[in-house]
């Protein structure tokens, strides 16, 4: 028992900052990114016992946490949601710096993304490995590579649409 | 204008930490337990009580007419269908597997899963609705022997119309909603379903 929870114990600390990033890239809002997040630990906890070291841990734990995101799904739409930006900015300082201000804007253009695109950008936003993406994604390689060419061009172009506004 | 280097740069930089605690997470497992073991208790305890009940009556209750024994039947046995059926529907999402399947199957599974709801909230409802009222009619023939004139119509008029109003007040309102919330979820599984295809890459630029 005291060893699963050393074993989870660690991979919360390995993974969970990640986790939280593809949750909130997600979500757009950083209390379901945190909700989304708790469910998915627990959900590998839960798990932990049918880890057959198939795959990397830490690619089962994406794979957990994108399954996780992919049934939150809710009545109200929350793409491109406007509380965005205000939630952001208010939780960091009153007077939101200019980088603050991008990041928000940054945030605000993946919600504008569609499901699938949130969650591969920002696990390559995170620098993760295309062959651990098509993985978790559960598409080819040489699919996946296409897809995010697509997606870098189309968050590009949303993001510089979004600052001109 | 930036560039995709620029915004990666600029995720990078700023990495907001989630404001959950690995002893939260814990804390939260112990309480979702207890509180699952809870409602399973009371999801499986209650209609047990009903149905022991029910038994305990039909034994020891001498009643006039066989049609009694039978409406009782009718109504243990619809508590039984829709007590194991929680249960198994219950089971079968949290022991399954397809959490960590690939996005695609999980959604699949998702969509079958909301599908075989919707049907017994709406369509197998129907018939449960059928059934008690079978058991309904079968123990007024009781009642007729057991209670004077005017009571037995008072109680056929009182059922039949608190089942009308079930039928065409509660129910429709309920399958109408029931129905545009799980229609809804499968349309959002199938959108989600649609994007995790996996497309010839010799057709994207």
């Known amino acids: 028992m005291s060893d699963q929870r050393l074993l989870f114990q660690q991979l919360f600390e390995d993974n969970s900052k990640r986790v939280y990033h593809l949750c909130y890239g997600y979500t757009g809002d950083s209390d379901s990114a945190n909700d989304l997040m708790q469910e998915t ?78 969650i591969i950008i920002t696990m390559v936003l995170d620098e993760v490995p295309y062959a651990e993406i098509a993985e978790i994604a559960g598409i080819s390689e040489g699919n996946l590579r296409v897809k995010i060419h697509r997606i870098k061009h189309k968050l590009t172009e949303i993001y510089n649409s979004n600052e001109r506004v | 204008m930036k560039g995709f280097e620029e915004i990666q740069q600029l995720w990078q930089k700023q990495k907001p930490d989630p404001a959950v605690s690995f002893d939260t997470v814990l804390q939260r497992i112990k ?60 089971r079968q999402l949290s022991d399954s597997q397809s959490l960590l399947s690939k996005p695609q199957q999980y959604i699949h599974y998702l969509q079958g899963f909301q599908q075989r709801r919707n049907r017994f909230n709406t369509r197998h409802y129907s018939i449960y609705e059928a059934c008690i009222a079978l058991a309904f009619a079968l123990y007024a023939v009781e009642m007729y022997f057991a209670l004077s004139f005017w009571f037995f119509v008072s109680f056929i008029v009182f059922v039949v119309f608190w089942f009308l109003i079930c039928h065409f007040v509660f129910m429709k309102q309920y399958i109408r909603q029931e129905n545009s919330r799980i229609q809804q979820m499968i349309e959002d599984l199938q959108r989600i379903h649609e994007q995790f295809r996996d497309e010839d890459p010799a057709d994207g630029r």
Not at chain 1, 68 to 92: F, G, M, P, Q, V
């Open chain 1, 41 to 118: 630990f627990i959900k590998v906890w839960q798990n932990l016992d049918k880890f057959r070291n198939q795959s990397q841990l830490s690619t089962w734990i994406y794979r957990i946490a994108v399954n996780t995101c992919l049934s939150y799904l809710r009545t109200a739409k929350r793409r491109a949601t406007d509380e965005l930006n205000d939630s952001i900015i208010e939780n960091h300082t009153e007077e939101p710096s200019e980088k603050q201000e991008q990041i928000a804007l940054l945030y605000q253009s993946i919600a504008q993304l569609e499901e699938n695109e949130r």
């Open chain 2, 31 to 90: 309480s979702d337990k207890s509180a699952l073991a809870k409602k399973l208790f009371w999801q499986s305890i209650v209609p047990c009580l009903v149905i022991i009940g029910l038994v305990w009556i039909s034994l020891t209750v001498a009643f006039a007419t066989w049609t009694t024994y039978l409406a009782v039947s009718i109504v243990i046995g619809c508590l039984c269908y829709y007590t194991v059926n929680q249960l198994i529907d219950y």
